[in-house]
DNA sequence: CCGCTCGTTTACGTTTACGTCAATGCTATA
DNA sequence: TATAGCATTGACGTAAACGTAAACGAGCGG
């Protein structure tokens, strides 16, 4: 059994107009704004990546949470996985200069960048490689639809 | 002229039914020769992408199946699924035009290609992204060892 | 009172291309 | 004969990022 929380259950209809301050906004609208699913964010959760608070069993996603949802859809986009995004964001000290947290963040970007420019070779080169298998493709194509090959003048 | 396998060969039973230069490879050597592991070669197998005799329980890869291993690695490196390997290789008639089998594999590296244009695309944006962010935590550094802070938006 | 929507947890399924044992067999050489 | 080396067939494990039920509760409108 839960005990009732002050100042009414944000388990009303979504008409927040009037509280500002907090803006507490529950997975589903949490889910909307950054095109994301419900199970991606319990996931994220699960992982230690998101930590939203909860009223009773609801979870309410602050500003703070936002930011972090952000960086990790940015980690994401460029291609890091969950693990190295949790690993730099764990380092995040609110009363430090975070100087190590941003090296590391550095570091694992610069091997990340190397890690895409390689990739951008290889799919450079499988491209060069199918186009060519095409062309190839294609002249057989033209040698089974024109067979009088042999003795034309 | 025979190859006999390199080190002590086991007994290369190849008297048995000697077809006129047919070059039985057993699967050691076939892994070394295109540089997959055994494991490689058996779960192509075993997805019916190659077809090796056998000398009792002991596959011997043929010319045939080398050139069939060939176009497996050629599409897995252009980026082809086994199964759209397999699906292409399926159709492959050596008493036909083929040309069923050259129009599959046509249509699907057209669309291939546009995968790999698109991923390229998707890795430059990542590469910006990363780029534009590294920017931003190297002059996060600088200002960490400044001493003088300055305020924040 | 019924049903709808939104929320919850737990837990197995998906995908791809193999890796990694494990247990066993065959053959030839030292 | 024992050992080395290569072969065989299972069969479970791996990675990432969720998807997809299943089964349930809470609140609201009608």
Redesign the pocket.
């Known amino acids: 059994m839960k005990l009732i929380s002050p100042g009414q259950?944000a388990?009303?209809?979504n008409d927040m107009s009037s509280e500002a301050g907090e803006e507490l906004v529950?997975?589903?609208?949490m889910?909307k704004k950054y095109g994301?699913?419900?199970?991606?964010l319990?996931?994220?959760e699960d992982k230690g990546l998101l930590n939203p608070q909860r009223d009773g069993?609801?979870?309410l996603y602050t500003r703070r949470d936002r930011a972090r949802l952000k960086l990790i859809l940015l980690g994401?986009k460029v291609g890091?996985?969950?693990?190295d995004v949790k690993q730099m964001m764990d380092l995040y000290d609110p009363n430090g200069s975070n100087t190590k947290q941003l090296r590391l963040a550095l570091d694992k970007s610069e091997k990340q960048l190397a890690r895409l420019q390689k990739q951008r070779a290889l799919i450079d080169d499988a491209i060069s490689e199918l186009s060519a298998s095409m062309s190839t493709v294609r002249q057989m194509l033209i040698e089974r639809s024109a067979p009088q090959a042999s003795v034309a003048s």
Do not use: D, K, Q
């Open positions: 259950a388990a009303n209809t529950r997975i589903g609208e889910a994301v699913t419900l199970r991606t319990r996931f994220y069993s609801t979870r994401r890091f996985s969950l693990r």
